[in-house]
């Protein structure tokens, strides 16, 4: 054999011993792997969903009231009129809010155009006015600027807007943005970006103290779950509208941006330092939604508002009508309005109650799902199934546990969706491979056997493989040989007919198997004309001997017909020669199991036992007696059968003689007046010889002889005879105890 071809051969025993089902275990965790390395949105969805019901779970306690809402709602507009409202009720907004204590003022609204009310543009497009009117409105100083001025007396952040839309045109900018110090790989390649950045009018945003992006981008299913910290906009950073809010309040003169290789890992200002994801992105623990952040904007111009609801506060402006479309869809509530979530993410920095996902926790993921799998992979070929199933539940209840606990204590993200689903996967893999590999086994076992044992059996082993011990056990067993005798000039007259005698030996070995399997025998093998079987495996049989005796007689009993058959069947000047056959029976200690090659192989026994019934079977046609058994069998089987005593035989390798019997019939054989005489007078016949009494053992047999002409005895006493005469001529040794100078070999 070639040397490739041999170490394909080996491989190939080498991955057979392995196992299928590890095979596809280990080929499915590399292919889910490599999905969540490419972690495609169905794999990214799953993954924020589980997210989503860990928040409605268990949503943040919010024990710090430090930031306000005043809200744009539908009371105001309906009171104040349509938005936007003009700049000059801003103005009395953002003074209203810094005489009552407010800290800073964030709005999320955006005010890129000039007020449409205010007095110079009044006087330019009003109809009906005088010049001196005119006048009077141009010297009136404009919305806007008085809107600016209120924002120069506060610490006002204005709010901007990225968006995606090409074509727009943008407010042309006004003043720097503000400054951001990074440490670490440059993070701009990481951050969410905005093509375009919409800014309000120059004279507002040059009276603020910050401006800030409002703009989130929500996930593929339009839940919004994290916001950008800093993001990229018409090509510059941008902090968001929270994020500078904190900077001007702590008195920061930079937001500070730490990132490596793989992505930002944190923004901050001051000593605040918030995690986040490798874009920037801040995930949010919400809080459950409610009416206690919010003040009526109608409420506050009207002084309604107690003043500890400014006082002190972080402040945003926004709006909760349905009509401004500022609705957003959160893990928590499905219509959260906007300005909430940056009032979320300031409660959430300033308590450092925000959740964390660093980088490393998609390799955790994938650790643990490999790890998982491998001890599913490693053990499940080990187990039962039970024990599998069990395995498979305490990984799914260390899996979520994990996760939780993560997400309870440590306010980390860590997936169990992926972890859990790949062991599943594996598992199913794993149990489905190993239900097929049982199917494939009891279609083996019932292929192998079904021409050897019975259905019934067969289909027991089948079901218990376990019973059938592979490699061979060691256990007591029931061995039959049959022959046929004189098969050689058989064939000879069938020498121009092989087709014939093909169809004689299945005719002949049909029922004799037959015979064998309905008695629960194994067939062992057809060796020509002969046939070997066995008792007591692959499945146990309490009544081997019995059902071997049984077997035996019924195979003489269907030869008998057969015969029958025949003779009717052949012509008249050339009659059927009829069929005889030898049995030998053993009982004792063998080996049985699978014998042969890794590519072929036989479920067979070994052992002396085998060989003595091999011998018994060829003695038979030495003392012409059809049915020859072993001491064992006939020990078993005496009352139940009719047993008797043959000869005493010196086995070759053993000390201890052979006695040798023969089986005449079932019970009611065994129980007949005939029987009975006759089975006292070859014991009297045997006991004289074995004395020497070479007359009375002669006398004994004369009389055996018409007894036993019923049984077919003629041959065995004319060995007998033989013998006798034989040793009268020459006398035995003084030693000779009656043992037969037949030796089995």
């Not at 509530?333 to 925000?354: D, F, I, K, N, R």
């Amino acid at each position: 054999m070639p040397h490739w071809e041999s170490a394909v051969n080996g491989l190939m025993r080498k991955l057979h011993r392995f196992g299928i089902g590890r095979i596809l275990g280990l080929l499915l965790l590399l292919n889910l792997i490599a999905l969540r390395v490419w972690d495609p949105t169905p794999v990214e969805a799953l993954r924020h969903r589980a997210f989503d019901v860990y928040q409605l779970i268990q949503p943040r306690i919010a024990p710090l009231n430090a930031v306000t809402i005043v809200d744009i709602d539908e009371s105001s507009l309906r009171s104040l009129g349509q938005w936007p409202w003009p700049r000059t009720i801003m103005a009395d907004m953002v003074t209203k809010i810094t005489e009552m204590g407010g800290v800073a003022i964030g709005f999320d609204v955006l005010f890129p155009e000039p007020d449409r009310g205010s007095p110079d543009v009044a006087a330019e497009t009003f109809r009906g006015l005088d010049s001196e009117t005119r006048e009077k409105l141009r010297r009136l100083p404009g919305n806007d600027e008085i809107f600016a001025s209120a924002i120069r007396q506060s610490k006002v952040i204005l709010g901007q807007s990225g968006y995606r839309v090409s074509g727009s045109a943008p407010v042309p900018g006004a003043g720097d943005q503000t400054r951001l110090a990074t440490i670490g790989a440059d993070p701009r390649p990481f951050l969410v970006r905005f093509p375009h950045l919409l800014r309000n009018l120059p004279v507002l945003e040059d009276a603020a103290q910050g401006r800030g992006i409002f703009s989130i981008i929500p996930e593929g299913d339009g839940t919004i779950r994290r916001i950008p910290l800093v993001a990229m906009a018409g090509g510059t950073m941008i902090p968001s509208l929270a994020l500078e809010m904190l900077r001007v309040v702590s008195g920061s003169g930079a937001i500070l941006i730490k990132s490596d290789d793989g992505g930002v890992l944190s923004v901050g200002v001051q000593e605040l330092e918030i995690p986040t994801d490798g874009k920037g992105r801040i995930w949010i623990h919400f809080a459950p939604p409610g009416t206690s952040r919010y003040v009526s904007a109608l409420d506050l111009l009207q002084g309604k508002v107690p003043r500890d609801r400014i006082d002190g506060k972080l402040v945003l402006v926004g709006t909760s009508a349905a009509g401004l479309l500022d609705l957003k869809i959160t893990p928590v509530h499905p219509a959260t309005p906007g300005v909430e979530l940056h009032a979320q993410l300031l409660e959430s920095a300033l308590t450092q109650s925000t959740l964390s996902r660093p980088n490393a926790t998609a390799f955790i993921e994938i650790g643990l799902a490999a790890l998982l799998s491998l001890c599913l992979i490693v053990l499940a070929p080990k187990v039962s199934a039970g024990t599998l199933f069990v395995l498979g539940g305490a990984i799914a209840v260390l899996t979520t546990g994990l996760s939780w606990y993560s997400f309870t204590f440590l306010d980390l993200l860590i997936d169990y969706t992926f972890p859990l689903i790949s062991s599943l996967l594996v598992y199913s893999v794993l149990v489905f491979t190993n239900y097929v590999s049982v199917s494939a086994d009891r279609h083996r076992i019932r292929s192998a056997f079904s021409q050897y044992i019975s259905p019934a059996l067969v289909e027991q082993l089948a079901q218990s493989p376990e019973k059938l011990t592979l490699g061979g056990e060691r256990r007591d067993l029931t061995v039959l040989f049959s022959d046929v005798r004189g098969f050689t000039s058989i064939s000879e007259s069938y020498r121009d007919d092989p087709q014939g005698l093909t169809a004689l030996i299945n005719r002949l070995f049909t029922p004799l198997t037959n015979d064998i399997i309905e008695r629960k025998g194994t067939i062992d093998k057809y060796m020509g004309d002969a046939i070997m079987a066995f008792w007591n495996a692959p499945l146990s049989d309490a009544d081997q001997e019995r059902n071997a005796c049984d077997a035996a007689l019924a195979m003489l009993e269907s030869l008998a017909v057969l015969n029958e058959q025949r003779q009717r069947e052949a012509p008249e000047d050339r009659p059927a020669q009829p069929l005889r056959v030898g049995i030998g029976l053993n009982t004792g200690p063998c080996v049985v199991g699978n014998f042969g090659s890794d590519l072929h192989f036989n479920y067979s026994v070994l052992g002396d036992t085998v060989n003595l019934a091999s011998r018994l079977e060829g003695l038979s046609k030495h003392y012409g007696i059809p049915i020859i058994i072993g001491s064992r069998t006939a020990e078993a089987v005496k009352g139940a059968f009719a047993v008797l005593e043959l000869d005493v035989l010196q086995v070759k390798g053993k000390v201890e003689p052979e006695r040798i019997f023969t089986v005449l019939g079932r019970s009611d054989v065994a129980a007949s007046r005939t029987f009975q005489e006759f089975a006292e007078l070859n014991g009297s016949m045997l006991a004289a010889y074995r004395r020497r009494e070479w007359a009375q053992a002669l006398e004994a047999i004369i009389m055996c002889r018409d007894l036993g002409k019923v049984f077919g005895f003629d041959e065995y006493y004319a060995v007998y005879v033989d013998r006798i005469r034989r040793l009268i001529d020459t006398p035995p040794a003084d030693h000779w105890n009656g043992v037969s100078a037949i030796e089995i070999k």
